[in-house]
């Protein structure tokens, strides 16, 4: 009976295990698990793709020089080519946004630090005051750890590639090499001066990140229709500043030939006022007379006309009076 219960007991066991094996197997072979195995193959695959597309690109800046590989990088990145990635990386950036601001990192990092020597000073007293050993010395590695040159070069040469992207992405949107560009930094810069009085910096973070990743990708789904869009608002513009630019010509033209008329007009009068004052009797000086110009005094006395003789007597009798 004994034996019988063992056999039993062995057979129901074995019936288990032979069950549970049949479950793993059917749940590690069936389309679940290789779903699964699929899409993490996938999203390996991608993130390998994200990593090798760090290298410089072949086409520089607009001053000629050579951009870095991280421009290449993020271009890949927040082109969605690789979905899985792009929202690893969305993931990742949003995660770090709210453990800083919910967890107060730097706090807690300080918090960590003065407990953790706290513990090791403590443990290094009591372990030479009872066991005349310090226990920190105890757990001290014999060769404590140093960073290799090579990590330091290649760590040095990421961050150094990181800085001059963000350098160098900064002067191209200042100096407008593309105009879109510029101006949706313009606008977003004006909307986040607005924003920053109601909405904390964490907040804007969030809100940034998320433009950032999503905007190429609403981008990349309705290309053919915004790019329709932006042909037509480009062309309006460009009618626009075409009709604003033949406008200004024409009154530039226009200014320019009255001007030249009331410079000429002004001209003409002054001339008029010039040759009127040169003319004037104050303005005109008479030369001094010649001795020729006067006439020659006569040298002889002008002679008289004689009184005639008859005419005299005949005066001085009718003046006499009759006699009687």
Not at 214 to 229: C, G, K, R, S, W
Request: glycine share 4%; net charge neutral; proline share 6%.
């Amino acid at each position: 009976m004994a034996d019988t219960a063992t056999t039993n007991g062995g057979n129901t066991m074995d019936s288990l295990k032979g069950n549970a094996q049949a479950a793993y197997d059917q749940l590690s072979n069936g389309p679940v698990a290789q779903n699964v195995k699929d899409q993490s193959a996938k999203t390996t695959s991608e993130l390998n793709n994200l990593a090798a597309s760090r290298q410089t690109p072949l086409q520089p800046a607009a001053t000629g020089q050579p951009l870095t590989h991280y421009h290449s990088f993020f271009s890949e990145l927040l082109s969605w080519n690789n979905p899985r990635a792009s929202a690893i990386a969305y993931a990742s950036v949003v995660s770090v946004i709210f453990v800083a601001r919910y967890l107060d990192l730097l706090r807690y990092s300080f918090k960590l630090t003065w407990m953790a020597l706290g513990v090791t000073v403590l443990a290094e007293v009591a372990g030479k005051a009872i066991l005349h050993q310090g226990l920190a010395t105890q757990l001290r590695p014999r060769k404590y750890y140093t960073v290799p040159r090579e990590t330091l070069d290649s760590m040095i040469g990421d961050v150094h590639e990181l800085v001059n992207f963000f350098v160098i992405e900064a002067q191209r949107i200042f100096f407008a090499e593309n105009v879109f560009a510029s101006g949706a930094a313009a606008i977003g810069a004006f909307i986040s001066y607005y924003l920053v009085k109601i909405v904390p910096y964490w907040g804007l973070a969030l809100i940034a990140t998320t433009l950032v990743f999503f905007v190429p990708l609403i981008y990349a789904t309705n290309q053919e229709l915004i790019d329709h869009y932006l042909k037509q608002a480009s062309d309006v513009v460009n009618s626009q500043t075409e009709q604003i630019r033949q406008v200004a010509s024409k009154q530039t033209a226009q200014a320019a030939e009255m001007t030249k008329q009331y410079m000429g007009d002004y001209t003409a009068k002054a001339q008029e006022m010039i040759r009127g004052r040169s003319t004037s009797p104050a303005a005109t000086k008479k030369p001094a007379p010649a001795e020729t110009d006067f006439p020659q005094a006569p040298k002889a006395e002008p002679g008289f006309p004689a009184v005639p003789k008859s005419d005299l007597a005949d005066i001085k009798a009718e003046e006499e009076p009759l006699l009687s």
